[in-house]
T-cell receptor
Framework: DTGVSQNPRHKITKRGQNVTFRCDPI?????LYWYRQTLGQGPEFLTY????????KSRLLSDRFSAERPKGSFSTLEIQRTEQGDSAMYLC?????????????FGSGTRLTVV | AQSVTQLDSHVSVSEGTPVLLRCNYS??????LFWYVQHPNKGLQLLLK??????LVKGINGFEAEFKKSETSFHLTKPSAHMSDAAEYFC???????????FGTGTSLTVIP
C-alpha cells in the first residue's frame, strides 16, 4: 500500500455534465475525507466517512454533490450538472480511527476543469 | 471556532539562509496544529505536528515549529533553506472536538540560488 490514490488526476468536462472521482485510502485507515482546494486558497472540508458511514458534511456540499463509501474502503465523489465554479482540485485524505491528531495522509488530488 | 491566519502569502529567501513562515491560530479548544507542504502537482505532505506534548516540534527535512500559547502562534522555521524547499506551505488547526482540519490560505516559499 503506497498511500492514498485518486483517479483521475485531471478531468475536463463541459458545464452541465456529471463527473465522478474515486479515492482509494490507505487500507487500514477507517476515516476518509474529501476536501476542495481552489486556486490560491487552502483546502476546505467537504465531508468525511467513518467506515461506510458519512458522518459530517460541509455546507459547501450542495445538493449536486454526493459522496459514497459503500464498503468502507474506496470512496466516490459525484458532481451533477457541473458549473464553472466547481473547477478546483478535489483532495482525498485518510486517517486511522481515533488518530485525528496524527494528521491525514492526502492523495495527489483530482483537478477538475469545467468549461 | 477554529481558524488559522498565515501572515505572509509569499516569502523569498536566499539558499542557505533561515526560513520563517508565520502562523497564528484561533481555537476554542486545545488545538492540534500542523504544517503541510505542497509541491507543484504533488499531494499535501505532513511536515510536523503539535498535539499538546513538547512545545518545540521537529519535523522532516530540518523544519521545526514552536507552539506559543500566549501568542497563539505556531511559526515554522528552518535554519538553512534548500532549493528543494520551494513550495506552498499550509498551517492547519484541528480542534479536539469535531473532525475537520482548518487550513490557512498558504505561504508560497521561493528559494533564490
Amino acid at each position: 500500500d503506497t498511500g492514498v490514490s485518486q483517479n483521475p488526476r485531471h478531468k475536463i468536462t463541459k458545464r452541465g455534465q456529471n463527473v465522478t472521482f474515486r479515492c482509494d485510502p490507505i487500507s487500514e485507515h477507517n476515516r476518509l475525507y474529501w476536501y476542495r482546494q481552489t486556486l490560491g486558497q487552502g483546502p476546505e472540508f467537504l465531508t468525511y466517512f467513518q467506515n461506510e458511514a458519512q458522518l459530517e458534511k460541509s455546507r459547501l456540499l450542495s445538493d449536486r454533490f454526493s459522496a459514497e463509501r459503500p464498503k468502507g474502503s474506496f470512496s466516490t465523489l459525484e458532481i451533477q450538472r457541473t458549473e464553472q465554479g466547481d473547477s478546483a482540485m478535489y483532495l482525498c485524505a485518510s486517517s486511522p480511527t481515533f488518530e485525528r491528531a496524527e494528521g491525514y495522509t492526502f492523495g495527489s488530488g483530482t483537478r477538475l476543469t469545467v468549461v | 471556532a477554529q481558524s488559522v491566519t498565515q501572515l505572509d502569502s509569499h516569502v523569498s529567501v536566499s539558499e542557505g539562509t533561515p526560513v520563517l513562515l508565520r502562523c497564528n491560530y484561533s481555537s476554542s479548544y486545545s488545538p492540534s496544529l500542523f504544517w503541510y507542504v505542497q509541491h507543484p502537482n504533488k499531494g499535501l505532505q505532513l511536515l510536523l505536528k503539535y498535539t499538546s506534548a513538547a512545545t518545540l516540534v521537529k519535523g522532516i527535512n530540518g523544519f521545526e515549529a514552536e507552539f506559543k500559547k500566549s501568542e497563539t502562534s505556531f511559526h515554522l522555521t528552518k535554519p538553512s533553506a534548500h532549493m528543494s524547499d520551494a513550495a506552498e506551505y499550509f498551517c492547519v488547526v484541528s480542534a479536539n472536538t469535531g473532525n475537520q482540519f482548518y487550513f490557512g490560505t498558504g505561504t508560497s516559499l521561493t528559494v533564490i540560488p
